[in-house]
């Protein structure tokens, strides 16, 4: 019994080590400055980094590829990070859009507009560990996930200004030729962008149709957030998005992507079997919901990677991210 205690405490050293290795060698990469840079709104945050396609063909007009960076929505982690990964795929033949999206610590008052469960209510950085941890927060003081509803304003804002943005910053794409992706808490946000037309009636995000786009390629996404807080994936991220305990349970049905489906979008996951930021579980949950509401989502599970070799153009497991969008967007 000792020995197979021994066995796992080294298996999990071994993960642990391992993991730490892909994130170095994703995060290794030089930032890679944008062609055009736009707003979408006025704060700092709202804007997009357009990356026009290398070595274009004249004759057919690029694909757009919309990036939503992860990093759990935390203020810490912006879109510099996964500006190689864009890259990348602008040296496949696409053109990319990179979002940035408010995330993070600072509490928002409650806007003047349609009004959901408890809105205004993110954790306040500045109040004592107690307090923050009830209401969402980390007890050792460190950035809260996202901020209720500024994130959630934001991807809905820049998704519907995307097309006309495209048009004139990148006249060599295709806004109509549009597959989103994202990654980890980023792959949260592009399955919800491509359900808002599922929301509930109330929710201000919800569209009357569809999203134009020609799929959803997720990547090790956080997508069923009562599996990822079971799991405790990126520290309880999920709950402090939607504000805490208080508010985590009637905030779920205008946030998590595994209540909003069939979408009726060509959808894919991509996942690390070894992935131990967010689990292989946690993709899977969804997968096995959108089966239950009849709809099939792609599932690409992918041996010996953990979470950071799909944003890593130096991993093989980025050229099959860039292929699972390529079989979308052509």
């Not at 203020?75 to 053109?95: E, K, N, Q, S, V």
């Given at each position: 019994m ?27 990469h ?33 694909p ?41 610590e ?43 509803p ?22 060599q ?73 208080a ?15 069939p ?6 996951l ?11 579980a ?17 599932l ?20 099959v ?10």
């Open positions: 000792q020995d197979d205690a021994v066995s796992r405490d080294g298996d999990d050293d071994a993960a642990v080590a391992r993991d730490a290795a892909e994130e170095a060698s994703a995060f290794s030089p930032e890679v400055a944008p062609d055009v840079t736009t707003a979408y709104g006025d704060h700092p945050d709202q804007v997009i980094d357009f990356y026009a396609p290398r070595d274009p063909d004249p004759a057919v007009p690029a757009v590829v919309v990036v939503l960076h992860g990093g759990a929505w935390r203020a810490p982690y912006d879109r510099r990070h996964i500006t190689p990964f864009a890259d990348f795929l602008t040296r496949r033949g696409f053109a990319v859009a990179n979002v940035e999206y408010r995330r993070g600072a509490a928002s008052p409650a806007p003047s507009g349609p009004v959901i469960p408890a809105q205004g209510g993110p954790t306040d950085p500045g109040r004592d560990d107690a307090a923050a941890s009830a209401a969402g927060g980390t007890a050792t003081g460190g950035p809260v996930a996202g901020r209720w500024d994130t959630f304003d934001d991807v809905a804002a820049a998704l519907d200004a995307l097309p006309a943005l495209v048009r004139r910053a990148l006249p794409a295709d806004p109509q030729r549009m597959v989103i992706t994202g990654h980890s808490a980023g792959g949260h946000l592009a399955l919800w962008a491509a359900a808002r037309h599922l929301l509930p009636a109330d929710a201000p995000w919800r569209t009357d149709h569809p999203a134009p786009l020609r799929g959803v390629v997720a990547l090790a996404p956080i997508a069923d957030f009562e599996v990822a807080e079971k799991l405790d994936v990126c520290g309880g991220a999920s709950r402090q998005l939607l504000g805490g305990e508010t985590f349970a009637e905030r779920l049905p205008y946030a998590d992507p595994v209540r909003l489906l979408t009726g979008i060509a959808t894919t991509v996942q690390g079997r070894t992935d131990i930021v967010v689990p292989q946690v993709a899977e949950s969804y997968a096995d919901a959108a089966a239950k509401a009849g709809e099939v989502v792609g690409t599970l992918l041996e010996d990677v953990g979470h950071f070799p799909l944003i890593d153009p130096a991993a093989d497991a980025c050229a991210v860039a292929e699972e969008i390529a079989q979308l967007a052509w």
